[in-house]
């Protein structure tokens, strides 16, 4: 089944360095989405990068998508503490039975230390 | 900015009871989903809803649950009968377009807990 795979499961940084996390997905997809996700709480979309797009900016926020290797990744440059949080890709698949559905993947959990 | 709103943020209830969870979308919004993400585990997919009918539902979602949009404001998903493996935090969201696939923007959450 379309799977959004991150990795690493847990990061842990200083405050000021940039974070990358990854994501990798099996079957064709139509956009991909990033999201954030505090301790126990909603999940916040941060960005959407569709499949005709090799890169997008938000802020301090790079998403790349690569289709023929099937993986994206976030970058979170200059992190502050307020950035720990899980943070989980979520994918359409490009069409067919499921393309309503948002595939997520299990996150990588990402500490800014002080 | 307009956002995705849940009622209750908690709700505890007796194993076998009845529960509705409430939302409301985001008022220019189309499509309407559930999803559900039990402790420690993924966020998954339960169900869509689009012009007043379910468009996508996983295999979650089995009689014991449904969905309403009783009024224009409100998207309801109640289950039937709980059981203790329906504890999870239970996510309502919407998105704007006329078609997927599109940004879905999720509201806060409901923890819901049976016992």
Known sequence: SQQGEEDPQALSIQEGENATMNCSYKTSINNLQWYRQNSGRGLVHLILIRSNEREKHSGRLRVTLDTSKKSSSLLITASRAADTASYFCAAYPYSGAGSYQLTFGKGTKLSVIP | ?115
């Open chain 2, 1 to 115: 900015e307009p956002e995705v709103t849940q009622t209750p943020s908690h709700q505890v209830t007796q194993m076998g009871q009845e529960v509705i969870l409430r939302c409301v979308p985001i008022s220019n919004h189309l499509y309407f989903y559930w999803y559900r993400q039990i402790l420690g585990q993924k966020v998954e997919f339960l169900v869509s809803f689009y012009n007043n009918e379910i468009s996508e539902k996983s295999e979650i979602f089995d009689d014991q649950f449904s969905v309403e949009r009783p009024d224009g404001s409100n998207f309801t998903l109640k289950i039937r009968s709980t059981k203790l493996e329906d504890s999870a935090m239970y996510f309502c969201a919407s998105s704007e377009g006329q078609r997927p696939p599109d940004t879905q923007y999720f509201g806060p959450g409901t923890r819901l807990t049976v016992l």
